[in-house]
């Protein structure tokens, strides 16, 4: 296990940026103080809540109002609550397709495969075009087992935007389970083709081709404010938590998985389905329990 994640529980460690004098490791994993609701986010939900309880309000408006708290409510970690107002805005109005993809995001979360399928399927039916719903109705191929199809589906949404360090690392993560060797291989072409888009270093991180310090630290030296520091600690230690899970390293999967929770940000797909992850892992180690006790037995 890397020593920095050793100490992973240490109370009071924010924005911890400095390596431990004597050694080139680290001896804290970099932090970020976890966001918190802002005051215009609370401002917003109760002024849309406010102005929904009016009885002139047209049903297309009425259905945007919806629509927008349900985002400030996401936007602070209320995902059910959201999904309450996004159902209410597609009652109002069904051809929203942002609405369908954050509906299919929230079912994927919930392991309600079919359910994000449909979902995913209404937004592309409405706009064919959107590249969120591409990736997540691929991702929830992906969680609900069915690798083929992911990979058929990612590699399409890939070939879109080559240089696109994100699609590189899910086209790679589940490729991984239709052909292993390939992917490794595929993704270091990739790599060595990159552009200077941010997120290529975390590609470099999954294969091992920077070390977590250094690729750490120049994350830590080029992020200005704490909210984009949180933003990019929650992407990095997902995926190096994926890194490690792969791997079959479930305890440093673990810690990491829960790093990238801590710091609140909701919106980012690595946060929600770090969650996913980490019921993945437990899972796995449950079924060996079983497995251990029954060749005891």
Known sequence: MVKWLKVVAVSGLLLLTGCASNSSQWLYPPMAVPLQPSLQQEVQIARLSQLLQRQ???DDVRAK?????GNYYDSVG????????????LNLNPRQPDVYNLLGVYFTEKREFDAAYDSFDSTLELDPANEYAERNRAIALYYGGRYDLAFEEMSKHYQDDPQDPFRALWLYIIELNVDPVAAVDKLKQRYDARSERWGWIM????LEE???ERALKAIVGATSDNQMLSQRLTEVYFYLGKRYQLQGDYANAISLYKLALSFNVY???EHRYSYMELGNIYKVLRQDQKKAALNKD
Request: charged letters at 35%; a negative charge.
């Open 210 to 212: 920077v070390s977590e």
């Open 65 to 69: 109002m919806y629509y927008e708290r």
């Open 78 to 89: 209320l995902r059910d609550l959201a999904r309450l107002d996004f159902d209410r805005s």
């Open 56 to 58: 002139d309000l047209s």
């Open 203 to 206: 590609v470099a991180i999954m």
């Open 267 to 269: 919106e980012y797909v």
